[in-house]
């Protein structure tokens, strides 16, 4: 699963994100909204106003949200011990 933290610099909820998955064990993709306006359009496209967005290949949200980011990492070990196991 890919996942990409729409970030932006000197925001407290973003830092904390980028840090809940990377103590999680969980790869992510890091997208600066200040530096790709492409990115910028994307989130606000989606209704989202403040950073960070993250985006899954099966959910997204904005701002720090630990429920979400636990659920991420236990889908991600399930499907890493699935594949392992077939």
């Not at 925001?11 to 994100?17: E, F, G, R, S, Y």
């Not at 969980?26 to 306006?37: G, Q």
């Not at 359009?41 to 403040?50: F, P």
Request: some cysteine.
């Amino acid at each position: 699963m890919e996942i990409t933290v729409y970030s932006k610099p000197m925001c407290v909820q973003c830092d904390a994100t980028k840090r809940a998955f990377t103590k999680a064990g969980v790869a992510f993709n890091v997208v600066d909204l200040t530096e790709d306006a492409d990115a910028l359009a994307t989130v606000k496209a989606l209704g989202y106003q403040q950073a960070p967005v993250v985006m899954t290949s099966i959910d997204h949200w904005a701002g720090f949200r630990p429920d979400k980011i636990k659920a991420t990492a236990a889908q991600m070990a399930d499907t890493a011990a699935h594949a392992r196991a077939v």
